[in-house]
């Protein structure tokens, strides 16, 4: 931990406004691969509590009750934040700003408004002297979410302890408008590369244009019609778009490579495997050798909603609401592998994540801790 952490409030305080809290947590820079401060602050608060076990590793933390309870449950956030907003003029940016009763800062909904939910509760019910919860809690604090998954601090908890993520239940708080999102898309990055022959302009005839070769993939990818899959009542919504592309290294050069990278965005009725089968399908309609043309960049299984196990249909019965489908990539697919059914259910719309006006409002914030304290005091 660093000499001198960024100061969090007093958790414990019985005074303490989580929305002011999530305004003191956007207000410290944690774009991925910078969350050391606010992780030393989280560790710090958590441990100033008393009543927790409280366990680093790297920039992830993770907090425990042990009071003997026979079921547990995990309340996760992430603690970084994509890169800050560069169009000049962004509410959504460091520091935060209220204009009204409403918070304006890069991570406001994606997630510190969440964390800061986690921290309150923490400080409710992880202190040596204050009310106890119906279950054992288990808080998870982590890094590197918002890049490639093989960076994720929740994975390296995972690797390193993995008893500390046993539970019965986990909720994850993404933003969801305050509804239960049960399950969630699988996410996979693939990158096709063309070769070419390089010539000067002038001679074109001499060369191969690689860019050239895009055309019959861009081709395919307009005109793909995604599915809509429906996995235990909820419908979830597929895309396969292209991302990015690449070629060329000056103006009178014919460019001797050209790529597409490629995002598909799966139903939980899909593994990995028949994720990856089905993209190979469409190139390959495209001309598209799969074997010496395609890279996997990135790979994430969907996880499917499970609202129908009992500790999950336990908690939307307590927090309310009609649950929705998740059609981003989260973290319950990680529980998920790990046999922990879990759900999203945070503060804020996950629409406004990454934009350059994110923001949430107040009564957002203490209507999410409200319905989670609800929940653990039983």
């Avoid at 249909?313 to 529980?335: H, I, L, S």
Wanted: charged fraction near 20%; hydrophobic fraction near 45%; charge should be negative.
């Amino acid at each position: 931990m660093s000499p001198t952490p960024v100061p969090l409030p007093d958790l414990a305080d019985p005074d303490l406004d989580v929305a002011a809290l999530t305004a003191t947590l956007l207000d410290v820079r944690s774009v991925s691969g910078e969350e050391g401060p606010l992780a030393d602050a989280v560790e710090q608060a958590l441990r100033a509590l008393g009543g927790l076990e409280v366990r680093r590793f790297g920039d992830a933390v993770v907090a425990r009750t042990a009071l003997g309870r026979p079921t547990r449950v995990i309340l996760a956030g992430h603690l970084d934040t994509v890169p800050l907003p560069t169009v000049s003029g962004s509410r959504g940016t460091v520091p935060s700003a209220w204009d009204g009763d409403v918070l304006y800062g890069r991570g406001a909904v994606d997630m510190k408004s969440g964390v800061a939910v986690q921290l309150a509760l923490a400080g409710r019910f992880g202190r040596a002297d204050g009310p106890t919860p119906v279950h054992d809690v288990t808080w998870v604090f982590y890094d590197h979410e918002e890049v490639a998954s093989d960076l994720s601090g929740l994975a390296r908890v995972a690797r390193q302890a993995p008893e500390l993520l046993e539970g019965d239940f986990a909720v994850l708080l993404e933003p969801t408008d305050g509804v239960v999102e049960g399950g969630c898309n699988g996410t996979c990055r693939y990158r096709v590369t063309f070769p070419g022959v390089a010539a000067h302009s002038g001679r074109a005839w001499r060369g191969d244009n690689a860019i050239h070769k895009l055309a019959p993939v861009l081709t395919a990818l307009a005109a793909y019609e995604p599915a809509t899959v429906t996995v235990e009542g909820l419908e979830y919504r597929e895309g396969l778009h292209a991302i990015r592309v690449a070629g060329g290294v000056a103006g009178n050069v014919i460019p001797d490579e050209a790529s597409v990278d490629l995002n598909y965005r799966f139903a939980p009725d899909k593994t990995l495997e028949q994720a990856h089968a089905h993209v190979r399908t469409v190139l390959e309609g495209a001309g598209v050798d799969w074997d010496a043309q395609v890279r996997i960049d990135d790979a994430s299984p969907a996880a499917r909603p499970g609202l129908d196990r009992p500790a999950a249909a336990a908690f939307v019965a307590a927090v309310g609401g009609e649950p929705q489908p998740k059609y981003g990539w989260t973290d319950v697919a990680r529980f998920s592998q790990l046999g922990v059914p879990a759900v999203n259910f945070g503060p804020g719309d996950a629409l406004l994540a990454h934009t350059d006006d994110e923001h949430v409002p107040r009564e957002a914030v203490h209507a999410c801790l409200a319905a989670l304290a609800a929940w653990l005091a039983g």
